[in-house]
């Protein structure tokens, strides 16, 4: 068994910025001498998302619309209050948005390829841009 471990970089422009990482996620992996194991990709903040659906416009903005339904941006979070909380960004309803849609996944690795169906796509969600982000790729197999 082996462990190899790299990391890749996103700027968004947006507040709410939703992209297609399979393609970065795939060519990371390649680096690696791996025929058969298993990719944990993780990302390193509390405020964006990683997720695996279908990369489809319409889908997208019915996500967006579906996550500022579910947790709107004002809505009296303790967070956001500087008298419970030393959060000066007001960013409370990113924390939860992400909180709801994950920030790692697992994915299969067979014959050196990552192991996701037609039309899955591995997605990250920015949730309080804009700002740079670090994606964490470990992978571990033979």
Do not use: W
Not at 2 to 9: A, D, G, N, Q, Y
Not at 95 to 103: D, M
């Amino acid at each position: 068994m082996k462990v190899f471990s790299t990391s890749f970089t996103l700027s968004s422009e947006e507040r709410t910025e939703v992209s297609d990482v399979t393609k970065l996620v795939r060519d990371a992996i390649q680096q690696f001498p791996i025929s058969a194991g298993i990719a944990l990709i993780n990302t390193l903040h509390t405020t964006c998302a990683l997720f695996i659906n279908e990369f489809q416009r319409a889908l997208i903005e019915d996500l967006k619309r579906l996550i500022e339904r579910l947790v709107p941006e004002r809505d009296g979070y303790r967070h956001d209050d500087p008298r419970v909380s030393d959060c000066e960004r007001g960013n409370a309803h990113s924390h939860l948005r992400a909180a709801l849609l994950g920030r790692s996944i697992a994915v299969g690795i067979n014959h050196g390829e990552l192991t996701l169906g037609r039309f899955q796509s591995i997605i990250f969600a920015e949730l309080d841009g804009p700002r740079k982000r670090e994606v964490s790729i470990q992978v571990i197999g033979e």
